[in-house]
């Protein structure tokens, strides 16, 4: 084993290696303890950043939990549930935006919540957002084995051969140091975002009648066999239960939006560049995720046995709708090209989970809040015992061996949607903190660099549907067996475990170290940010006068492609 030792990760910013000397006061504020240590200089560039934002949004929640929650529910239904759910995100990720673009913290949303809120919400946070990664790891790799099951079925070869075979693959990865992590997950990101937008115009014009068959299906699949499927009940009571549950795949398709806010510490300009990435947070909704669940709705019923999710699929059946709407258009090969971009864009969001699961232990330990042995390096700076920790985890996804893929899939999601919707709940109960504590402190809202479109109202909107989510989200382990000795007790488990984990978490925290709710009045609100604004004052001087050797070249990027990330 390489030689271990305390050296500050390459990305991590100098504002959070202050933790590791046992400043438990400033740590728990997210401050700075040095004022020597503002540096917005990182390992990873502006690029590398945007693009594993990016490519952590879009992943198996979109191409492969969409097809779950068409053949349960519908075209129509998963439309309004996708297109609402994106509401609620923007809402949350503005809400995110207004405190990140006043005070970039290297700690992101958790030293925000200690900040603003309550220190035993911080860690908490912390603590809920490394469980939410964790399990996106193993649902990866789960991900990975259905896909690959197009082509060899788990009767086969079993898929624990796969999960080795990633498993392995992305622990080196990440072992290899964030630098060669960095440029790998900007390229693979890259072609995630292109080949997606390559299968959204395909299916635009697979449903005006462009492919082989000429079979101009506009909404047919809307009529016959209907735009809303039943679930559980018949009739309208059916049809509604069935869009409920399409809410659970809504929100786990759009879980890893908020990442921004763990990048904070490290963009850069940040003033400039999270105000400009929650304003296009809307477009990335509407083109990456509404557009393309209305496209697929028009090209496969819900009741089409290709499904991998439909009742009566077969084994081999696709694990992601897209797939299934080019087989059933005839384009011969294309399915196959698809299916392994899909396992590509599996294997990256695999990767990038690992990284942030193991960045989030490791900033934990930084500022006292897990064991400090997840905080130490080896002499190239990455934070090996973090990603042991994080990668044994994965491990779970064995679970694969001995269970059927798409019950294990469902599992994770159900594990990992709770997970994230504690993540959004604590994030806009921490900006409604936010906003109490800047009108008791009366700083006006032209100070801000970014305002929040509707307010501390979006935010209390917001956080009445994620709590409802959060709580019915699974509603069918009660209603769908009748008898109790036939109650879904795993998805019941699953569905709900992270709520009791969450409260004991922070009520174990307050009885352990005695802390109080923060006052308004005496928040936080200015350590470090004098520090923060020179320094990049310092940076856009810098950035500016290397921009206009470079104008020309640049505009090109800025005029037409920049929106997209």
Not at 425 to 437: G, Q, W, Y
Not at 454 to 470: D, E, H, K, P, Q
């Amino acid at each position: 084993m390489a030689e271990v030792k305390h050296e500050v990760f390459p990305s991590q910013s100098p504002l959070q290696e202050d933790y590791s000397k046992g400043d438990v006061t400033t740590a728990e504020g997210g401050g700075l303890s040095d004022p020597n240590h503002v540096n917005l200089e990182r390992a990873l560039k502006a690029r590398h950043i945007t693009m594993i934002a990016i490519g952590g949004a879009i992943g198996t929640g979109l191409i492969i939990g969409t097809g779950e929650a068409l053949a349960k529910a519908g075209p129509a239904a998963i439309l309004i549930a996708y297109a609402w759910v994106g509401f609620i995100v923007y809402l949350v990720m503005c809400a995110l935006g207004e405190m990140a673009a006043w005070l970039p913290l290297p700690s992101g949303f958790t030293g925000y919540a200690v900040r603003f809120c309550d220190p035993a919400l911080g860690f908490t946070l912390g603590w809920t957002y490394w469980f939410k990664y964790i399990i996106l790891s193993p649902n990866q790799l789960t991900a990975g084995a259905l896909v690959i099951s197009y082509w060899i079925p788990a009767e086969k070869v079993n898929p624990g051969v796969w999960i080795t075979i990633f498993l392995i693959a992305i622990i080196c990865i990440n072992y290899f140091g964030v630098r060669f992590f960095g440029e790998f997950e900007f390229w693979l990101s890259s072609f995630k975002v292109i080949v997606i937008l390559g299968i959204i115009l395909l299916s635009f014009i697979l449903m005006l009648g462009g492919g082989p068959d000429h079979d101009r299906k506009g909404f047919r699949y809307w009529k016959s066999p209907g735009a809303f499927n039943t679930y559980i009940e018949t009739g309208d009571a059916g049809r509604f239960l069935a869009f409920w549950s399409s809410m659970v795949s809504a929100t786990f398709a759009y879980l890893g939006t908020e990442l921004v806010g763990v990048t904070v510490g490290e963009a850069q300009n940040p003033r400039r560049t999270i105000p400009r990435a929650i304003k296009l947070t809307f477009w990335r909704i509407l083109v990456f995720y509404v557009l393309s669940v209305l496209l697929v709705g028009t090209l496969v019923p819900f009741n089409d046995k290709k499904l991998a999710f439909a009742i009566g699929a077969s084994s081999s059946a696709a694990a992601s709708p897209f797939v299934v709407a080019i087989e059933l258009s005839g384009i011969p090969v294309l399915s196959h090209i698809i299916n392994a971009c899909i396992l590509l864009f599996v294997f990256s969001a695999a990767n990038s989970d690992l990284y942030i699961a193991t960045r989030t232990i490791y900033g934990l330990a930084r500022e006292n809040k897990a064991p400090r042995i997840f905080a130490r390096t080896d002499r190239r700076g990455v934070p090996v015992f973090a990603l042991g920790i994080s990668a044994i985890f994965a491990l779970l996804a064995y679970m694969n061996v001995t269970s059927d893929s798409k019950v294990v899939f469902k599992y994770f999601v159900n594990l990992v949607t709770i997970f994230g919707l504690l993540t959004w709940i604590s994030i806009l109960v921490t900006h409604i903190c936010f906003v109490r504590a800047r009108k008791a402190q009366n700083v006006p809202v032209e100070s801000l660099a970014y305002v929040a479109p509707l307010g501390v109202a979006g935010s209390y909107i917001a956080l009445g549907f994620c709590i409802i989510i959060a709580l019915t989200k699974n509603y069918d382990v009660f209603t769908h067996n009748k008898k109790w000795g036939n109650f879904d007790y795993k998805n019941f488990i699953t569905a709900y475990l992270g709520i009791p984990l969450y409260l004991i978490m922070i009520t174990g925290y307050k009885l352990i170290t005695k802390c109080k709710r923060v006052d308004p009045a005496t928040a936080d609100l200015w350590t470090g940010k004098d520090e923060i604004d020179r320094e990049e004052a310092a940076y856009i001087a810098k950035r500016e006068a290397e921009t206009e050797k470079h104008a020309q070249s640049h505009w090109f990027y800025q005029k037409f492609v920049s929106w997209l990330f």
